[in-house]
Structures are given as structure tokens and as C-alpha cells.
């Protein structure tokens, strides 16, 4: 399962929707943290990544060429050779998830101090 808890009895209920394991992992796959500071996903294979407007704020100022104004006017891509890249802009990806709850309780428990323990 690529989720902990993964609300599938709400889904059910709510929505007369029930995913299977594929779809729980192409939603983890799709799903994106933008920077530090937004969620955005893939919405393409080529790694074109959607998000909210307040989110690329910064991001589309950067990439303005001196006297545009791309809050204003917009910009598309034609090619990915056009597509302006935002210097120092990363998205993470989730790839998967591990419970290491045993190797924690036994390290904690090799501590023979509360100062180890901690």
C-alpha cells in the first residue's frame, strides 16, 4: 500500500468510488512538493508540473525578461527548448514509504540511559 491510512471506506461511501493499489501509486507518483513552501503535481510525461498561481509568484518574476510583465501577459512554451527554467527551483517526489517503526523500538531499547534512549 503506498499510503498509511488511506481513506478508501470514505471514498466508497462518499463517492461510490473505491481505488485499487495502482491508483493510490500513480496519485503518490503525480504528487509534488513545489520548493519548500507549495503542493503541485505532473501533469505530463515530459515533467510539466501544475500548481496554484500565489505558488509561481516569485518564480514567474524571475523568468521575465526585462519590460514583460508575465503576471500580466502570460507565456507558453511552444517547445521545451522555450520553456525558461526558474534558477534554484526544485519540485520532491515521494518515491515510497517505509516503515521503520521495529529499527526505531529496538534502538531505543539498546539504550541502556535515558540520554542513549533520547
Request: net charge negative; glycine share 8%.
Amino acid at each position: 500500500m503506498d499510503f498509511d491510512f488511506p481513506p478508501t471506506e470514505h471514498l466508497g461511501a462518499t463517492y461510490n468510488f473505491t481505488p485499487n493499489e495502482k491508483w493510490y501509486s500513480e496519485v503518490r507518483m503525480s504528487s509534488l512538493r513545489f520548493a519548500d513552501y507549495c503542493s503541485a503535481s505532473f501533469v505530463s510525461g515530459d515533467g510539466l508540473v501544475m500548481t496554484n498561481h500565489h505558488c509561481g509568484r516569485q518564480s514567474i518574476t524571475e523568468v521575465s525578461g526585462e519590460g514583460e510583465d508575465l503576471h500580466k501577459s502570460g507565456f507558453w512554451a511552444t517547445t521545451l527548448q522555450d520553456e525558461r527554467k526558474v534558477p534554484g527551483l526544485f519540485v520532491e517526489q515521494l518515491i515510497y514509504i517505509e516503515d521503520v517503526t521495529s529499527q526505531i523500538r529496538e534502538a531505543i531499547d539498546a539504550g541502556s540511559t535515558d540520554e542513549e534512549k533520547n
